[in-house]
Every structure is written in structure tokens, then in C-alpha cells.
């Protein structure tokens, strides 16, 4: 089992960067396929980006692609997501998730474990 706690997030104005960490308890960390959602009030959960387990193949949604960059760190048990060119439209809660498998997926059904959420707001 892995439990999930997200960090990092804040207010950041239009244009800025910010980066959110998750940081995992378990002692499987490195089987674990990992991904970002979000979600905004009266939003459904969006898929963000995700990492394979050997953290080799990355998958970004179209709304990030450029501006978000996914990353692992399995000595630190920890995935980030580094948030550059940030819009008001990212404002949301970002969750990090964990797949049991070599290989993310785009959908949030697919996913075993989740974190609590970080909330990043950008002002305009």
C-alpha cells in the first residue's frame, strides 16, 4: 500500500511558475506508475500528465504540453510537476495518483492510490 501527500501548492500570478511535490510512503515506490490530475469546482477530474515506472515514457495532456513538466525521483520516493507559463485556467486542486503497473493511464478509474490535493490558484 502507498499513501500520498501533496505539496507545493499556492498563489501564483499569471505567467509564473510553480512546482508541486508528492511524496509517498511504501516501500514499492519505483513499481508504481504515477500521474497528475486536477480538478476545479463543478469540474470533472482532468488528467494532467503521467510517468512510467522506469520514468522513460511521459504523457502530458494537450492543455500542458510545453508548459508542464513531469518528473520522478525514486530515491526520494517523490514525483513532482513542474508548472511553467501558469494561466488562470489552471487554477484547480491538483492530485497526485498510483498506478500498479509499469505504464500511466489517462483515466482516473484506472488509478490505485491518490493524495490528498494541493491547491494552486493563478491570479490574473
Known amino acids: 500500500q502507498v499513501q500520498l501527500v501533496e505539496s507545493g501548492g499556492g498563489l501564483v500570478q499569471a505567467g509564473g511558475s510553480l512546482r508541486v511535490s508528492c511524496a509517498a510512503s511504501?516501500?514499492?515506490?519505483?513499481?508504481?506508475?504515477l500521474a497528475w490530475f486536477r480538478q476545479a469546482p463543478g469540474e470533472e477530474r482532468e488528467f494532467v500528465a503521467s510517468?512510467?515506472?522506469?520514468?522513460?515514457?511521459?504523457f502530458y495532456a494537450d492543455s500542458v504540453t510545453g508548459r508542464f513538466t513531469i518528473s520522478r525521483d525514486n530515491a526520494k520516493n517523490t514525483v513532482y510537476l513542474q508548472m511553467t507559463s501558469l494561466k488562470f485556467e489552471d487554477t484547480a486542486v491538483y492530485y497526485c495518483?498510483?498506478?500498479?503497473?509499469?505504464?500511466?493511464?489517462?483515466?482516473?478509474?484506472?488509478?490505485?492510490?491518490w493524495g490528498q490535493g494541493t491547491q494552486v490558484t493563478v491570479s490574473s
Open positions: 511504501g516501500r514499492t515506490f519505483s513499481s508504481y506508475a
Open positions: 495518483a498510483a498506478l500498479i503497473g509499469p505504464v500511466g493511464q489517462r483515466t482516473w478509474r484506472s488509478y490505485d492510490y
Open positions: 510517468i512510467s515506472r522506469s520514468g522513460g515514457s511521459k
